[in-house]
């Protein structure tokens, strides 16, 4: 891990110019940070920042993002549940409790991907050109989840495209595969008379997670298959993910299962996985419940706020849940 350090934006370069580095894949930040690098878009979060996201808290309320461990019953993606079980210390004569999580994985409900997750299709390397031998367990592992540790805090700022689409007659069914578009993230912005700023953490709301959460068992057990869910997310385009890197967005997450539409092909290049993960070094979080937070934010017409996430420090870590708090 390593402190967050002042960063001179304007020498970043813009996305048209992508990739700096010789023999880098197109559209790479590959080198931008540094040929060692393993944090990504995360370094745009700066003590400046976090400084300034700490002056949105203006009430004291707190919203948790992360889902309860074993929300989906049964599991996405055919997922194993964590099995929990409670260990009473009776048999020492003491009254108390400890507890165990096992078989838990650590993307089997609200979580971030960390840039181990995906490497990329084509290229086959990881962001900033690690290879797939140097994703190792333990604090020598490149990068770990554990890099992230005590990163995740700055400006947080809420996309309700969810109601923007509502608002405009146009409602997206979430458990379908449909892609918001670009230009309605840009439109609910507006709408919200919300402005990204360098460092901002993105959460967009799709609707997602409050669709599924409102199903029937029967239908849940439909959807726990892999080949079988169907779920809404964002477009996945050079666009796109060009608008992200040319506002220094340092990550984004979604309320949908797997941030772009689900299914997506793993073959496909152009995939968001392999242009946010592999290619910028693009934090992506899934399954963030979102709804309270934007019924706050529609309330009081602020959809900025401080964010704190603070991933499982277990080192060479390929994902973990958020612990996230908005606090506004």
């Known amino acids: 891990m390593s402190a967050m350090q002042s ?77 929990h079980t409670i260990v009473s210390f009776e048999r020492f004569g003491l009254l108390g409790h400890d507890d165990s999580l096992d078989a838990y994985n650590t993307q089997e409900g609200s979580q971030w991907d960390g840039l181990c997750h995906v490497g990329h299709v084509t290229h086959r390397k990881f962001y900033n050109g690690v290879t797939a ?4 367990d333990g604090p020598h592992g490149k990068l770990g989840i554990h890099r992230w540790a005590d990163r995740l805090v700055g400006r947080g700022v ?17 458990l379908t595969d449909t892609a918001y578009s670009l230009d309605d993230l840009v439109g609910a912005l507006d709408a919200q008379r919300t402005t990204l700023k360098p460092g901002s953490i993105v959460l967009v709301r799709t609707g997602w997670i409050a669709a599924y959460r409102g199903s029937s068992a029967e239908a849940k057990r439909a959807m726990a298959p892999l080949h079988a869910l169907r779920a809404c997310g964002i477009e996945a385009s050079s666009r796109l993910v060009g608008w992200l890197w040319d506002h220094r967005v340092a990550a984004i997450a979604t309320d949908s299962p797997a941030v772009e539409p689900w299914p997506w092909s793993f073959q496909d290049e152009g995939a968001l996985h392999f242009r946010a993960l592999s290619l910028l070094g693009l934090p992506l979080g899934e399954q963030f419940v979102l709804d309270e937070l934007a019924a706050d934010c529609a309330r009081d017409g602020r959809y900025e706020f401080l964010l704190t996430s603070a991933p499982l420090h277990l080192e060479g870590g390929v994902a973990s849940p958020p612990n996230a708090l908005a606090i506004k």
């Open 7 to 83: 960063i001179d934006f304007s020498r970043i370069p813009r996305f048209a110019d992508l990739p700096i580095k010789k023999g880098a894949p197109p559209e790479s930040s590959w080198g931008v940070f540094g040929d060692d690098d393993e944090l990504g878009c995360l370094n745009f979060l700066t003590p400046e920042a976090v400084v300034e996201a700490a002056a949105a808290v203006a009430y004291g309320r707190a919203f948790r993002l992360d889902a309860p461990i074993n929300y989906a019953d049964p599991p996405l993606f055919n997922r194993a549940p964590a099995r």
């Open 133 to 136: 031998d140097q994703i190792q």
């Open 158 to 174: 809420l996309i309700d495209v969810r109601k923007f689409t509502e608002e405009r007659g146009r409602a997206i069914d979430p």
